[in-house]
């Protein structure tokens, strides 16, 4: 090879190695649903805090599916046959305890089973759809609630501290304004990872735990209800971690995967009003 070549062949083959990471971590990047709406909740600041948080520690594009305030909704996209097959993970944060269309429910569930698409369940979405006739939904939850305590501040006890999700999570966590969903049912598929007791009903209930259901990996917790319990680092790590553990992600020592990493954390700005306010939901017809 002649001699004038040779230099920029190598400049070229720097140049390739030097991009290399940053194919690879493109090619890792997942694509996320966000469902969310209903009653009750701050829904739009919280669609910032889930976005922004998990993107800023997973490596994840998001679309989001927001539907209204009703809790008879059924959220549109769901209508869709193929609605999950674009994405990695959906993250429900949806509020709709009125809808009981069977039918409806059950093919939000074979939907993630079928493809084998992960889930995780934040808060109200424990409670969605707890009045229809079949336990789809809560079997791929991995616990059964339909309702929760006043609101009181809770001491969140951590289960297992040497599971990856938990890893870098408190051994005591403390929330100054909580609202405890009260687990009526755990089914055997589920791991609690994280309990706190109950002031209304006098005994421990499991806040956060993962389950596996039809080989699907679904992440959970019931933490979630104010603003300030999402907008932390705590949280916002402890479900980045969720995330990573259900697409297979994460270390065991609680670390991304390489090409799973985010943008790196920073401030969210929750620039448009923040009721946190209880609201009274629409009552179901």
């Given at each position: 090879?002649?001699h004038?070549?040779?230099?920029?062949?190598?400049?070229?083959?720097?140049?390739?190695?030097?991009a290399?990471?940053?194919?690879?971590?493109?090619?890792?990047?997942l694509?996320?649903?966000?469902?969310?709406?209903?009653?009750?909740?701050?829904?739009?600041?919280?669609?910032?805090?889930?976005?922004?948080?998990?993107?800023?520690?997973?490596?994840?594009?998001?679309?989001?599916?927001?539907?209204?305030?009703?809790?008879?909704?059924?959220?549109p996209?769901?209508?869709?046959?193929?609605?999950?097959k674009?994405?990695?993970?959906?993250?429900?944060?949806?509020?709709?305890?009125?809808?009981?269309?069977?039918?409806?429910?059950?093919?939000?569930?074979?939907?993630?089973?079928?493809?084998?698409?992960?889930?995780?369940?934040?808060?109200?979405?424990?409670?969605?759809?707890?009045?229809?006739?079949?336990?789809?939904?809560?079997?791929?939850?991995?616990?059964r609630s339909?309702?929760?305590?006043?609101?009181?501040?809770?001491?969140?006890?951590?289960?297992?501290?040497?599971?990856?999700?938990?890893?870098?999570?408190?051994?005591?966590?403390?929330?100054e304004?909580?609202?405890?969903?009260?687990?009526?049912?755990?089914?055997?598929?589920?791991?609690?990872?994280?309990?706190?007791?109950?002031?209304?009903t006098?005994?421990?209930?499991?806040?956060?735990?993962?389950?596996?259901?039809?080989?699907?990996?679904?992440?959970s917790?019931?933490l979630?209800?104010?603003?300030?319990?999402?907008?932390?680092?705590?949280?916002?790590?402890?479900?980045?971690?969720?995330v990573?553990?259900?697409?297979?992600?994460?270390?065991?020592?609680?670390?991304?995967?390489?090409?799973?990493?985010?943008?790196?954390?920073?401030?969210?700005?929750?620039?448009?009003?923040?009721?946190?306010?209880?609201?009274?939901?629409?009552?179901?017809?």
């Amino acid at each position: 090879m002649p001699h004038r070549l040779i230099r920029p062949l190598l400049i070229l083959l720097f140049v390739a190695c030097l991009a290399a990471p940053s194919l690879a971590e493109e090619k890792a990047k997942l694509k996320g649903l966000l469902i969310t709406g209903g009653c009750c909740h701050d829904y739009p600041n919280q669609i910032k805090i889930i976005t922004q948080g998990l993107s800023q520690r997973v490596s994840i594009d998001w679309d989001v599916a927001l539907a209204g305030e009703d809790r008879n909704i059924q959220v549109p996209v769901y209508q869709n046959h193929d609605w999950i097959k674009p994405y990695d993970i959906v993250v429900h944060n949806e509020c709709y305890g009125g809808v009981t269309d069977v039918d409806f429910i059950e093919g939000i569930v074979a939907a993630h089973t079928e493809n084998k698409i992960p889930a995780i369940f934040i808060h109200c979405s424990m409670h969605s759809y707890r009045n229809a006739k079949t336990d789809e939904w809560r079997k791929l939850i991995g616990q059964r609630s339909t309702s929760h305590e006043g609101k009181h501040p809770l001491d969140v006890v951590t289960l297992e501290s040497d599971h990856p999700i938990m890893k870098g999570f408190p051994q005591n966590w403390k929330v100054e304004r909580g609202e405890l969903y009260k687990i009526e049912k755990t089914w055997d598929s589920a791991t609690p990872l994280a309990k706190a007791y109950g002031v209304d009903t006098k005994k421990d209930h499991v806040v956060i735990w993962t389950n596996e259901y039809k080989g699907t990996k679904t992440f959970s917790t019931t933490l979630g209800h104010y603003n300030e319990t999402m907008n932390n680092d705590d949280w916002l790590g402890l479900v980045a971690r969720g995330v990573l553990w259900t697409v297979d992600g994460l270390n065991e020592d609680g670390t991304p995967k390489a090409g799973f990493e985010g943008t790196g954390k920073q401030e969210i700005d929750l620039s448009t009003p923040n009721p946190d306010k209880d609201k009274k939901p629409t009552p179901a017809k």
